[in-house]
């Protein structure tokens, strides 16, 4: 079990796309209220006080889309400046991204993952939902805001979904070959929306990779990263090509990370709705934060039974009261 001293924070659980594989076509989301989120004051004392002191070093920025959250730069350059934090990173799905790119780098943002399911302007509006006007060009551009701005490297994130992108898993790739951008390819896991497609729901990465390795050859990445991803590279390549596989590799006894949901909730594993700890109804009834850091040090002590109940369950995922761009996955 690797030691988990990494955290996925949800700024909100609002998002200005509706992709198919976060929210089921026919959802209607209740949206938490601003007093229901966490407020930056609040996150801050947590980071410090309780999530710092039990050993968390790595803090992940998300949503929902975090590009959303009011003062976002501020809190930022807040979490930035603590001396403990070793990496300060953000999942964004870029279309906001553009005006902003240069403001998070100076505020010491370290990395960004960005979510980019498809290089077809149709394909990408089909995924993301049809808003009148294509959203893919200023989504391009704020991509490219991002790697001018100093994000290198540059890590994109694919959803493969069977008979509407996988078609595109080279066009992807060779994204790697010019520049140092890391694409991800991730298997689709049907969480809230385990409908969405009437036969096969994902491709097992060993299939891409041989389509790959077909095209231009494959060896082992030499930057392996911290997360979940097996990593590769194309022979010459100038950035690297992963493959997320929580469907057909598990990987949960690597896994070394935990998620706070934007109303306060800590969850151990993403897939994981019955061990979870109230932080936000702790934190304004005044509870210690010596008593929140026991409580957060019983998760750690459980996640390794929790990553082996879910290596048992396989791919039966079971039924999820909150949709993927709810909980931040």
Known sequence: MNKVDYLRISLIDRCNFRCRYCIPDDAELQYLLTPELLSNEELLKLIREVFIPTGFRKFRLTGGEPLLRPNLVSLVEAIAQLPEVEDLSMTTNAFLLEKVAVDLYQAGLNRLNISLDSLNKETFDQIIGNYGKSRWDQTWRGILA???????????????????????????TALTLDRNWHVRFIEFMPIGNGDLFDERAWIPSEELRQQIRERWGLTEGEIQGNGPADVFQIPGAKGTVGFISQMSECFCDRC??????ADGWLRPCLLNEADQLDL??????????????????????????????????????????????????
Not at 147 to 171: H, R, T, W
Not at 283 to 290: A, G, K, V
Not at 291 to 311: A, S, W
């Open 146 to 172: 991002a790697y001018d701005a100093g994000f290198n490297p540059l890590k994109l994130n694919v959803v493969v979904i069977p008979g509407v992108n996988d078609s595109e898993i080279l066009d992807l």
């Open 256 to 261: 070394n990370r935990m998620r706070l949901s």
């Open 280 to 329: 936000k109804t702790a934190l304004r009834t005044n509870i210690s934060s010596e008593i929140l850091q026991q409580k957060v040090q019983h998760l750690l002590d459980i996640k390794p039974e929790v990553n082996f109940k879910l290596r048992e369950m396989g791919s039966d995922l079971g039924q999820y009261s909150r949709t993927m761009s709810q909980i931040g996955g």
